[in-house]
């Protein structure tokens, strides 16, 4: 073997090895980019806080309107004007047998404050994996409301108003902001309180471990003078009766009087509500702060009442007085006047 | 020796990597002032909708809708006698802390010292001092604001490690509280009462902050089950509206 074929070898191992080297750095590099990559993709993004679950209502506020109902004509805390709060004193139960009615559902307002359980997940897309939308699953009166994440825009006012509203979220830091517009006129409050069609609604949601929080901000130029704000929160418990959708709903024949007679369309006229004064009689209040308001909303209203109407709290509570889940407390659950 | 510098930039890699994508970026530890992810401090008021009766006005004896009350709880409310608190100098009986969030007030925030915010109502002229750091309780009778001890809960860092973390809430569990009333009309608390409380701070729509409390409070002897309620708050430009009140055993 002579000097030069030495030499060609040495070259050559050389090359291979560099070629190998090249292929050991390529390999590396890759395998770092991946890794990196890995982690940076399992991080959550950005405030995308997993809301999946089924989260129940937890009882502990909202007690009779979540509990036997609302009554009639109690408004408090509610800032009506006074087309919201004609519309309300003209409600009679009878309505809701109006076949008309009978499958109206709850309005998305009622995904606020239960008092059913939320089924919540996503959709996301196959191949970024980013959520296109969040879904709140439905109750047997109240559509699934779809919030969609992928930035489409709200559609015209003029656009199809569904059950479920047309809702679109963003994240804020931790808080998943909802809006929801294009609601149908629908029910504010069960006991016959309305928001019109052109009502909006924005939802603040974060979760805390397994407590998920909502601030929602409800707004209607026709029904409302101010912003009606609420608030509530939610337990995690896959146990909860919950559903993703509604089950059909069929109008049936539900009044004789009302399919025997077609002119008979349920309602009060102005000033002919016989129930208006019901709620103020029960709990010693004057009627201007059982219908409602925005003033009723902030504290300085106690002033009045104390002031103005003399106030007196009832000597002893008459219904309503408590629902407690301990079964060893016996007390008024209802409006019937039996203790239980 | 190429095989180790590779993995050690890899380390270096993974290393920032996990820096940026957690929240608790450990660093030598500046105030909580400093630190506040939100900002708190200014007057606020109650917005109170949901159990009006229950909250705005002095609701009637034996009204305990929405309280998950024990039987023992029952008892001692059936027993509630207003004039009994006055004649004893306990008319702040219901303005403890595990009541207070849900009263007709307004609240005065700001920060007593670098890492202690101050809580103030009109409604009945409560301070609530929240303690952030390794702040130790004095010890000492029971207080009917307790003791509480705060801690920011940093929201995730700004989409995939850019940018800082952005928001967060704060989170505050307050014990040692004086036994009292969780509704002006007697329903009890216990001295083993333990509350912990979330607060959120949004912007609405027309741009004013709002605070919402989600709070939890567990009581072995008077509640049946961990009792979880909120509240909200709207921030106010000045204390205009502000209107300091002293306890009172009946209204």
């Known amino acids: 073997m002579g000097s030069d074929t030495v030499f060609g070898q040495v070259v050559k191992a050389r090359d291979e090895r560099a070629a190998i080297m090249d292929k050991l750095k390529l390999f590396h590099m890759k395998g770092a980019a991946l890794l990196v990559g890995t982690l940076l993709m399992s991080a959550p993004l950005f405030g995308e806080v997993d809301l999946s679950g089924v989260w129940q209502f937890v009882r502990g506020q909202y007690g009779q309107e979540n509990g036997g109902g609302s009554d009639i004509a109690d408004y408090t805390g509610i800032p009506i004007n006074d087309e919201g709060r004609a519309v309300g004193l003209s409600y009679s139960a009878s309505m809701l047998s109006e076949p008309l009615r009978q499958c109206q559902?709850?309005?998305?307002?009622?995904?606020?404050?239960?008092?059913?359980?939320?089924?919540?997940?996503?959709?996301?897309?196959?191949?970024?994996?980013?959520?296109?939308?969040?879904?709140?699953?439905?109750?047997?009166?109240?559509?699934?409301?779809?919030?969609?994440?992928?930035?489409?825009?709200?559609?015209?006012?003029?656009?199809?108003?569904?059950?479920?509203?047309?809702?679109?979220?963003?994240?804020?830091?931790?808080?998943?902001?909802?809006?929801?517009?294009?609601?149908?006129?629908?029910?504010l409050r069960i006991n016959g309180l309305e928001h019109s069609d052109r009502a909006t609604m924005t939802q603040y949601v974060t979760r805390h471990g397994d407590l998920l929080s909502m601030l929602t901000y409800f707004e209607d130029p026709i029904y409302l003078s101010e912003p009606y704000v609420l608030s509530s929160v939610w337990q995690l418990n896959p146990k909860a009766n919950s559903s993703r959708t509604s089950p059909a709903c069929e109008p049936i024949d539900e009044s004789p009087r009302m399919n025997n007679n077609a002119s008979i369309v349920p309602h009060y006229l102005p000033g002919k509500n016989p129930s208006a004064g019901d709620y103020a009689k029960y709990y010693n209040l004057p009627l201007e702060a059982a219908q409602g308001g925005a003033e009723t909303m902030y504290p300085e209203f106690r002033k009045k009442l104390k002031d103005v109407y003399h106030y007196e709290p009832p000597e002893k509570c008459i219904r309503y007085c408590c629902d407690t889940q301990d079964p060893a407390v016996k007390c008024l659950r209802s409006g019937s006047g039996k203790v239980q | 020796?190429?095989?180790?510098?590779?993995?050690?930039?890899?380390?270096?890699?993974?290393?920032?990597?996990?820096?940026?994508?957690?929240?608790?970026?450990?660093?030598?530890?500046?105030?909580?002032?400093?630190?506040?992810?939100?900002?708190?401090?200014?007057?606020?008021?109650?917005?109170?909708?949901?159990?009006?009766?229950?909250?705005?006005?002095t609701p009637a004896k034996g009204d305990y809708l929405a309280v998950p009350?024990?039987?023992?709880?029952?008892?001692?409310?059936?027993?509630?006698?207003?004039?009994?608190?006055?004649?004893?100098?306990?008319?702040?009986?219901?303005?403890?802390?595990?009541?207070?969030?849900?009263?007709?007030?307004?609240?005065?925030?700001?920060?007593?010292?670098?890492?202690?915010?101050?809580?103030?109502?009109?409604?009945?002229?409560?301070?609530?001092?929240?303690?952030?750091?390794?702040?130790?309780?004095?010890?000492?009778?029971?207080?009917w604001q307790g003791d509480s001890n705060a801690v920011w809960e940093m929201a995730g860092p700004g989409g995939r490690?850019?940018?800082?973390?952005?928001?967060?809430?704060?989170?505050?569990?307050?014990?040692?509280?004086?036994?009292?009333?969780?509704?002006?009309?007697?329903?009890?608390?216990?001295?083993?009462?333990?509350?912990?409380?979330?607060?959120?701070?949004?912007?609405?729509?027309?741009?004013?902050?709002?605070?919402?409390?989600?709070?939890?409070?567990?009581?072995?002897?008077?509640?049946?089950?961990?009792?979880?309620?909120?509240?909200?708050?709207?921030?106010?430009?000045?204390?205009?509206?502000?209107?300091?009140?002293?306890?009172?055993?009946?209204?």
Not at chain 2, 16 to 25: A, D, E, M, V
Not at chain 2, 184 to 194: F, L, M, Q, T
Not at chain 2, 206 to 216: A, K
Request: some cysteine; glycine content about 8%; hydrophobic content about 40%.
């Open chain 1, 105 to 187: 559902y709850y309005s998305p307002r009622y995904a606020s404050t239960g008092p059913f359980a939320q089924n919540i997940w996503s959709e996301t897309d196959a191949v970024t994996g980013k959520v296109i939308s969040w879904n709140m699953g439905a109750w047997i009166d109240k559509d699934i409301i779809t919030v969609w994440m992928d930035g489409r825009p709200h559609p015209s006012l003029n656009a199809f108003h569904g059950f479920g509203g047309f809702a679109t979220g963003s994240w804020e830091g931790d808080t998943l902001v909802i809006y929801t517009t294009h609601m149908k006129w629908s029910i």
């Open chain 2, 1 to 57: 020796m190429y095989r180790r510098k590779v993995m050690r930039r890899l380390l270096i890699a993974v290393m920032c990597c996990l820096c940026f994508c957690s929240s608790g970026f450990a660093q030598s530890a500046p105030s909580a002032k400093a630190a506040a992810p939100i900002d708190l401090t200014g007057y606020w008021v109650t917005i109170i909708v949901p159990d009006w009766r229950e909250r705005m006005i």
């Open chain 2, 161 to 251: 490690g850019r940018g800082p973390a952005q928001g967060g809430d704060l989170k505050i569990t307050t014990t040692h509280i004086r036994p009292g009333y969780l509704r002006k009309n007697g329903i009890p608390y216990s001295a083993d009462i333990r509350m912990t409380e979330y607060w959120d701070l949004v912007k609405d729509p027309r741009g004013v902050q709002r605070i919402m409390i989600t709070q939890t409070l567990e009581d072995p002897e008077y509640l049946f089950r961990t009792w979880i309620t909120t509240f909200n708050f709207k921030q106010e430009a000045d204390n205009a509206k502000w209107d300091p009140t002293p306890c009172s055993a009946r209204w």
């Open chain 2, 69 to 143: 009350i024990t039987a023992a709880a029952q008892k001692v409310a059936d027993a509630w006698d207003p004039a009994k608190d006055e004649a004893a100098g306990l008319q702040c009986k219901s303005y403890g802390a595990p009541a207070l969030n849900a009263t007709p007030t307004r609240l005065h925030i700001t920060w007593q010292d670098d890492n202690t915010l101050k809580v103030e109502t009109d409604y009945g002229m409560q301070t609530r001092l929240l303690h952030f750091g390794n702040w130790k309780a004095p010890g000492g009778p029971a207080t």
